[in-house]
């Protein structure tokens, strides 16, 4: 079974500060990654996935992450973040085999301070 | 594209009865379909996987005959809470997942969710 660990459960940051939140998964087989964001009262969204080739990826809202498969790590940055981008981020893999359900971490709440 | 809806959105019910949650994928064919659940402040726990024209597999520790879950088309699957006790209270989420398309079988589209109180 694939488990998803997000360390930072609580960041709080001021307005132009670079962000990076870690994760990391267990899994014996390969995967596909996933960052999610929820913002206040909405749906989760989609900012970036990586399914294989450059480890490194763009997504949404100038968000990226980086795919370091000796790490067996899938970290977000953002170089300055903006108020706007307060909200709830989840990092989540699934199997590329199989039901491929998504795994989920426990997120991570990020608080932008204008 | 991609657009996964959920209904209702939100929903009170009394104790003892049984409330119907439907995910519908509006302009995509999903064979595959998940249920999650998320407690305040918590992350998305899943609960079930949706196959459409079959049994649906649950996760351990959740109960089938408490959690009735249908998937009878491409586009529908609903979720039954029975005889729903205030602990079932929670947001309840689904996904699906493209039946084809490229990248159709890594990506999952979510829906806004419903928020079951139970009283």
């Known amino acids: 079974a694939q488990s998803v660990s997000q360390h930072n459960h609580h960041v709080i940051l001021s307005e132009a500060a670079s962000l990076e939140l870690g994760c990391n998964y267990s899994?014996?087989?390969?995967?596909?990654l996933f960052w999610y964001v929820q913002y206040p009262g909405q749906h989760l969204q989609l900012l970036l996935k990586?399914?294989?080739?450059?480890?490194l990826v763009k997504g949404i809202k100038g968000f990226e992450a980086e795919f370091i498969k000796s790490k067996f790590s899938f970290n977000l940055r953002k170089p300055s973040v903006q108020w706007s981008d307060t909200a709830e981020y989840f990092c989540?893999?699934?199997?590329?085999?199989?039901?491929?359900?998504?795994?989920f971490g426990s997120g991570t709440r990020l608080q932008v301070q204008p | 594209g991609a657009v996964v809806s959920q209904h209702p959105s939100w929903v009170i019910c009394k104790s003892g009865t049984s409330v119907k949650i439907e995910c519908r994928s509006l302009?995509?064919?999903?064979?595959?379909m998940f249920w999650y659940r998320q407690f305040p402040k918590q992350s998305l726990m899943l609960m079930a996987t949706?196959?459409?024209?079959?049994?649906?597999?649950?996760e351990q520790g959740v109960e089938k005959d408490k959690f009735l879950i249908n998937h009878a088309s491409l586009t529908l699957s609903t979720l039954t809470v029975t005889s729903a006790h205030p602990e079932d209270s929670s947001f309840y989420i689904c996904?699906?997942?493209?039946?084809?398309?490229?990248?159709?079988?890594?990506?999952?589209?979510f829906g806004p969710g419903t928020r079951l109180t139970v009283t």
């Open positions: 996904s699906a997942r493209r039946t084809s398309g490229r990248g159709s079988d890594y990506e999952q589209y």
């Open positions: 899994y014996g087989g390969t995967v596909n």
């Open positions: 990586y399914f294989s080739g450059d480890p």
């Open positions: 989540a893999v699934n199997a590329k085999t199989g039901r491929r359900a998504l795994t």
């Open positions: 302009d995509f064919q999903a064979t595959t």
């Open positions: 949706s196959n459409e024209g079959s049994k649906a597999t649950y």
